[in-house]
């Protein structure tokens, strides 16, 4: 992902310009550009900005009728409830743990996929394989539900009627919390891997054949070429989608969760993350404060993160860091 | 992207590794492509399938009954099933046209090196994906500060861009010659007049790919429906329909009252796929014309270097 953001100090100003222009004068040359951006300053402003003071509801004891700042404020204690509940670091926990499988797996499904597709012949058999890989990150959430719906329902399912047929015993996985991890992590796998075979694929495919054939040439074989030459071409876009993915390491996917797991409070204690806490906390039990304690203490740290890892990554490879 | 990656000359002979890993390619990914479009098939075959088949066998890859009652149904009361259509439909070319237009002009901004706020305002949309409020304040100014209860426009702005859509926009816009803009000047023309006359038509694969992302954001939209849109909203977005229909089997008997069923004869398995076949349906059929834009644009837009 290419997001480089940062002020290049030394291209800001044109080097032909002597003076410093007045900020208003800068304002009139490029009133133009500005207009142009300004829907989408507007945007950021109504739905991004604006509710920034709002994160207030999370040291108060919110009363809707009240508005945000005319609710008592209680300070820390929402957040002190939470942690003493342990309720905060479960959370935390779960987003983290399942955002670090899908990272880690993903990625080297996803190279792994890509070095493969490399290596068909056939042209026909790589078109069609993308195509059907790349098919399920098109599919709402919604109807990703229904799918395992169908594979893993108890009375109807197409696996545990397989089971069935073959003499087992299909357990009943909507109400057995231990198995979700790994059904989770699996559904996962299977909407977002196409997707980032496809990136893959496409960094492969800008590396220069010569080298490949030139190591074919001197008997490298098929083992070798990858290990020795698509492997060490792939780390910077391998960096750099795994320092893209930490960023987001405490953002859970809510809809993937939401669908799947709903409110079948028996399987919380292994799936439920910060994203359908917040949720819950909002739609159906109303409690403001908690959710907007949760969702703060969310940002904060993820925010904290990407800094850290933008520092680290800065560091030891200024040119991969993001900002 | 395509052919010249994969040309082997027949000259070089192919050893044992080599042997083992096509072998091991051809299996691995085939499998896993048969995986991905499976449990489609399966949702197909089994709204085909007859409610008394499925609760005999359960779901199957074959439907060992065929039948189309559930299709008859929905379309014996179609008010809901055209109601999600058209807003869903409506909505779809709304978003994307009007989130185009300001993703494209602002891309196009942000990235002239003669604009001097260009670092001020990427920063501005940027951190927005670094820090937000998050979601019960948002919900509590859409609902109460501007008032967008039960209102599709809930539904419509907050999906109109994103600051990635942005960012990837900007790229897009940095590979068109400079030189274009310039020759644009020179021919007295104003900023916006080049953007539009000059820059959009030779952006067209960016615009396709964008574009692409808008509209399977709002085909695919369920979330800030099922925050915004409660239950005095007659006609729901197709996925949250669904979703409902899933989710809630009150949901089922009352787009079914018309029909005036009785509710043990409700065939409630096979009426969830067909409903989910026709929520999807166009997705699927228009997939193989567009996933190219989707994998040229990702190509382009997305990896560095």
């Given at each position: 992902?290419?997001?480089?953001?940062?002020?290049k100090?030394?291209?800001v100003?044109?080097?032909?310009?002597?003076?410093?222009e007045?900020?208003?004068?800068?304002?009139?040359?490029?009133r133009?550009?500005?207009?142009?951006?300004?829907?989408?300053?507007?945007?950021?402003?109504?739905?991004?900005y604006?509710?920034?003071?709002?994160?207030y509801?999370?040291?108060t004891k919110?009363?809707?009728?009240?508005?945000?700042?005319?609710?008592?404020?209680?300070?820390w204690?929402?957040?002190q409830?939470?942690?003493g509940?342990?309720?905060?670091l479960l959370?935390?926990?779960?987003?983290?743990?399942?955002n670090l499988?899908?990272i880690l797996?993903?990625?080297?499904?996803?190279?792994?996929?890509?070095?493969?597709?490399?290596?068909?012949?056939?042209?026909?058999?790589?078109?069609?394989?993308q195509?059907?890989?790349?098919l399920?990150?098109?599919?709402?959430?919604?109807l990703?539900?229904?799918l395992?719906?169908?594979?893993i329902n108890?009375?109807?399912?197409?696996?545990?009627n397989?089971?069935?047929?073959?003499?087992?015993?299909?357990?009943?996985?909507?109400?057995?919390?231990?198995?979700?991890?790994f059904?989770?992590?699996?559904?996962?796998?299977w909407?977002?891997t196409?997707?980032?075979?496809?990136?893959?694929f496409?960094a492969?495919?800008?590396?220069?054949?010569s080298?490949?054939?030139?190591?074919r040439?001197?008997?490298?074989?098929?083992?070798?070429?990858?290990r020795?030459i698509?492997?060490?071409?792939?780390?910077?876009?391998?960096?750099i989608?795994?320092l893209f993915?930490?960023?987001?390491i405490?953002?859970?996917?809510?809809?993937l969760?939401?669908?799947?797991?709903?409110?079948?409070?028996?399987?919380?204690n292994?799936?439920?993350?910060?994203?359908?806490?917040?949720?819950r906390?909002l739609?159906?039990?109303?409690?403001?404060?908690q959710g907007?304690a949760?969702?703060?203490?969310?940002?904060?740290?993820g925010?904290a993160?990407v800094m850290?890892?933008?520092?680290?990554?800065?560091?030891?490879?200024?040119?991969?860091?993001l900002? | 992207?395509?052919?010249?990656m994969?040309?082997?000359?027949?000259?070089v002979k192919?050893d044992g590794a080599?042997?083992?890993?096509?072998?091991?390619?051809?299996?691995f990914?085939?499998?896993?492509?048969?995986?991905?479009i499976?449990p489609?098939?399966?949702?197909?075959?089994?709204s085909?399938?007859t409610?008394?088949?499925i609760?005999?066998?359960?779901?199957?890859?074959w439907?060992?009954?065929?039948?189309?009652?559930?299709?008859d149904l929905?379309?014996?009361?179609?008010a809901?099933?055209?109601?999600?259509?058209?807003?869903?439909?409506?909505?779809?070319?709304?978003?994307t046209?009007?989130?185009?237009?300001?993703?494209?002009?602002?891309?196009?901004?942000?990235?002239?090196k003669?604009?001097p706020?260009?670092?001020?305002?990427?920063?501005y949309?940027?951190f927005?994906?670094l820090?937000?409020?998050?979601?019960?304040?948002?919900?509590?100014?859409m609902?109460k500060?501007?008032?967008?209860?039960?209102?599709?426009?809930?539904?419509?702005?907050?999906l109109?861009?994103?600051?990635?859509?942005?960012?990837?926009?900007?790229?897009?816009?940095?590979?068109?010659?400079h030189?274009?803009?310039?020759?644009?000047?020179?021919?007295?023309?104003g900023?916006?007049?080049?953007f539009?006359?000059?820059?959009?038509?030779?952006?067209?694969?960016a615009?396709?790919?964008i574009?692409?992302?808008l509209?399977?954001?709002?085909?695919?939209?369920?979330?800030?429906?099922?925050?915004?849109?409660?239950?005095?909203?007659?006609?729901?977005p197709?996925q949250y329909?669904?979703?409902n229909?899933?989710?809630?089997v009150?949901?089922?008997?009352?787009?079914?009252?018309?029909?005036?069923?009785v509710?043990?004869?409700?065939?409630?398995e096979?009426?969830?796929?067909?409903?989910?076949?026709?929520?999807?349906?166009?997705?699927?059929?228009l997939?193989?014309?567009?996933?190219?834009?989707?994998v040229?644009?990702?190509t382009?837009?997305?990896?560095?270097g």
């Open positions: 992902m290419q997001l480089n953001l940062q002020a100090p030394g291209k100003a044109a080097p032909s310009l002597v003076h410093r007045s900020f208003w004068h800068k304002v009139s040359k490029s133009v550009l500005l207009l142009m951006c300004f829907p989408a300053i507007l945007f950021f402003f109504l739905f991004s604006l509710p920034m003071p709002g994160a509801i999370a040291f919110f009363n809707y009728n009240k508005g945000i700042f005319g609710s008592p404020f209680i300070g204690k929402n957040f409830f939470l942690f509940n342990g309720q905060l959370l935390l926990r779960n987003t983290v743990f399942y499988v899908f797996l993903g990625n080297f499904l996803q190279v792994l996929l890509a070095i493969l597709l490399n290596e068909v012949q056939s042209k026909w058999f790589k078109k069609t394989a195509s059907m890989m790349f399920p990150y098109f599919i709402s959430d919604v990703v539900s229904l395992v719906y169908n594979l108890y009375d109807y399912g197409f696996v545990s397989m089971v069935r047929t073959a003499g087992g015993v299909m357990p009943k996985y909507y109400s057995m919390p231990g198995a979700w991890p059904i989770i992590v699996l559904v996962n796998l909407k977002g196409g997707y980032g075979t496809v990136i893959y496409a492969i495919t800008g590396i220069d054949t080298m490949l054939e030139a190591a040439v001197d008997g490298a074989n098929g083992f070798q070429r990858i020795y698509l492997l060490p071409c792939l780390k910077p876009t391998v960096v989608m795994l993915a930490m960023g987001g405490v953002k859970g996917n809510f809809g969760f939401y669908n799947l797991v709903g409110n079948n409070s028996l399987l919380f292994t799936t439920d993350i910060i994203e359908t806490y917040v949720y906390a739609m159906n039990n109303f409690n403001f404060s907007s949760v969702g703060l203490f969310q940002s904060v740290v925010f993160i850290i890892a933008n520092g680290v990554v800065k560091r030891i490879e200024p040119e991969y860091s900002f | 992207m395509e052919p010249k994969n040309f082997h000359p027949t000259k192919i080599d042997r083992l890993i096509r072998g091991f390619t051809y299996v990914v085939g499998i896993f492509a048969v995986m991905c499976i489609f098939w399966m949702i197909i075959a089994s085909f399938s409610e008394a088949a609760r005999r066998t359960g779901f199957t890859l439907p060992t009954s065929f039948s189309t009652y559930s299709y929905i379309f014996r009361s179609p809901q099933l055209i109601g999600a259509y058209v807003v869903t439909v409506v909505m779809t070319i709304i978003g046209s009007v989130g185009l237009f300001i993703i494209s002009m602002t891309g196009y901004a942000l990235q002239r003669d604009f706020f260009r670092n001020g305002i990427s920063f949309i940027y927005t994906s820090f937000s409020a998050g979601l019960v304040p948002f919900y509590y100014l609902v500060v501007y008032g967008l209860k039960d209102s599709y426009w809930a539904v419509l702005l907050p109109l861009m994103s600051p990635w859509l942005i960012i990837l926009m900007k790229n897009y816009v940095k590979a068109i010659p030189e274009i803009t310039e020759s644009g000047k020179i021919d007295g023309a900023d916006f007049r080049i539009w006359s000059l820059i959009v038509p030779s952006m067209t694969p615009l396709a790919t574009g692409l992302f509209a399977l954001g709002y085909w695919n939209e369920w979330y800030y429906s099922s925050l915004f849109l409660g239950s005095q909203v007659t006609y729901r197709l329909w669904l979703y229909l899933i989710n809630k009150a949901a089922l008997k009352n787009s079914l009252a018309a029909t005036q069923l509710l043990d004869d409700l065939p409630s096979t009426l969830k796929m067909a409903t989910a076949t026709l929520a999807t349906g166009p997705i699927i059929l997939y193989p014309f567009v996933q190219k834009y989707f040229a644009g990702l382009v837009g997305a990896v560095k």
